[in-house]
C-alpha cells in the first residue's frame, strides 16, 4: 500500500511534465504526417461514391439535409431518414437534381429499434447493399440544469443524442461489414468542453463519443468510423413540441421553424463527406477550440473562471425558457444562439409541455 502510494505520487508529477515534452517533439512530426495522407487521399485515394448507398438519418433539416446534398454530388444513392418525410420529398428532389441517381425517403423514428430495422431491411431490400451510414439526429437545450421543471425532457435528449446513433449502428453494421462501410457520427464540442446551460446535451455527447471510440476499436477496422465534432455553427431551429403519451411513448408533435443562415452549416457538412470517403477518424469544425482541451487538462481553473465571469450577476444569468416548461412570458432575455440552433432573434408566442431545440 505504501509502495503504490509512493509510485502515484511520483508518476502524478512526472508523467504530465513528461507528456507535454513528448508532445512538443511528436506534434510536428504527426502534423507532417497527417498532412501528407490528405494530400495523397485527396488525389489518389478517395472512396468513389458513384452508385454506393449511403443512410442519412435526421436528413430533414439541418447538418443532415446538407450532407444528403454533398453525398449526391457524388453520386451516391440515398436513403432519407427523419419523422418528417413530407419535407424529405422536397430534399429528395433536390438530391436527385444534385447528382443522386435514386433516393429513398422513410418515416421513422430512430430511438425505436424496430424503427430502424424496418427502415435497415427496406435498404437492403431495394439497394442490396449499405456502404455508408450517417447519424445526424440531435437535439439540443438552452436551460440551466436547476431551472427544468420537466424532468420528462431528461431521457428524451439522451434518448435522442445517444440511442438514436446506437440503433442504427446496431442494426446496419452486419451489412457495413460486408461492404467495408463507414460509419459518420455527428458529434459536438461539449462532449468534453462544459458549456452553462447544456449540462443534459454535454453528458449525452459525450456517452455517444466514448460510445463510437470504444466501437472503433471493436470493429479493429473492418468498418470505418468519421467522428465529426461541431462548435459554434449556424443551423435550423426547430420549434418542436414533446410529449409524453400512453405511458413511455414518444411522439413528435410538429410546429415548423424559422430558417437560420446555412452558410457554415453547408461548409461543415463538406468537411463531413469528405472526411468520410478519405477514410479520416475525425473531423473538426472549427478546430480552433481544440486549444481549450489543453486548459481542460492542465489549467481547468482557468475554464472555471471564465464561465464564472460569464455567469456573473450583472445580467449574464439570463436564460431561455426552452424545455423548462415555464411560460415564454417570463422569459427574461431573447433566447440565445444554441449549439448547431437558430438565430438570436426568435419570438415565442405559445408554451408547450416540452419545447426542444433541434
Known amino acids: ?57 435526421g436528413a430533414s433539416s439541418g447538418i443532415g439535409e446538407q450532407i444528403a446534398y454533398e453525398y449526391a454530388k457524388k453520386g451516391a444513392n440515398l436513403v432519407l431518414v427523419a419523422r418528417r418525410d413530407q419535407r424529405l420529398h422536397g430534399i429528395s428532389e433536390n438530391a436527385r437534381r444534385l447528382g443522386a441517381p435514386d433516393v429513398l425517403i422513410m418515416a421513422a423514428d430512430v430511438v425505436k429499434e424496430d424503427d430502424c430495422r424496418r427502415f435497415m431491411d427496406e435498404t437492403i431490400s431495394y439497394f442490396g447493399r449499405v456502404d455508408h451510414l450517417v447519424n445526424t439526429a440531435s437535439l439540443g437545450h ?40 463507414r460509419i459518420v ?39 470505418g468510423i468519421t467522428v465529426a465534432t461541431h ?32 452558410t457554415h452549416v453547408e461548409e461543415f457538412a463538406k468537411l463531413i463527406v469528405s472526411a468520410a470517403v478519405r477514410g479520416d477518424a475525425n473531423v473538426k ?32 444569468r439570463a436564460t431561455s425558457y426552452i424545455g423548462t416548461g415555464k411560460p415564454a412570458s417570463e422569459t427574461l432575455s431573447p433566447p440565445r444562439r444554441p449549439l448547431g440552433g437558430a438565430p438570436q432573434t426568435v419570438s415565442y408566442t405559445s408554451s408547450p409541455r416540452i419545447q426542444l431545440i433541434e
Open 1 to 57: 500500500m505504501v509502495m503504490n502510494k509512493m509510485i502515484n505520487y511520483v508518476l502524478n508529477r512526472l508523467v504530465p511534465h513528461a507528456s507535454l515534452v513528448v508532445l512538443a517533439f511528436a506534434w510536428p512530426t504527426l502534423t507532417f504526417i497527417h498532412s501528407c495522407e490528405q494530400i495523397y487521399y485527396y488525389f489518389f485515394g478517395a472512396e468513389s461514391m458513384y452508385d454506393k448507398v449511403v443512410v442519412i438519418t
Open 142 to 181: 438552452t436551460f440551466f440544469f436547476e431551472e427544468a421543471t420537466d424532468t420528462s425532457v431528461f431521457p428524451m435528449l439522451m434518448d435522442i443524442n445517444f440511442w438514436g446513433n446506437v440503433y442504427p449502428t446496431y442494426v446496419a453494421l452486419p451489412y457495413l461489414r460486408r461492404t467495408g462501410g
Open 185 to 223: 457520427v455527428n458529434a459536438a464540442v461539449e462532449n468534453w468542453l462544459p458549456l452553462p446551460r447544456m449540462s443534459l446535451y454535454s453528458a449525452a455527447k459525450a456517452a455517444l463519443v466514448n460510445f463510437y471510440e470504444t466501437l472503433r476499436l471493436e470493429l479493429n477496422g473492418d468498418v
Open 231 to 262: 462548435g459554434w455553427i449556424g443551423a435550423e431551429m426547430t420549434r418542436g413540441k414533446f410529449m409524453l403519451e400512453e405511458g413511455a411513448e414518444m411522439q413528435w408533435k410538429e410546429e415548423r421553424e424559422v430558417q437560420a443562415s446555412g
Open 285 to 316: 469544425f472549427p478546430s480552433w477550440y481544440d486549444v481549450f482541451l489543453l486548459y481542460r487538462v492542465f489549467a481547468p481553473d482557468v475554464l472555471s473562471w471564465t464561465f464564472r465571469l460569464l455567469l456573473s450577476p450583472q445580467g449574464m
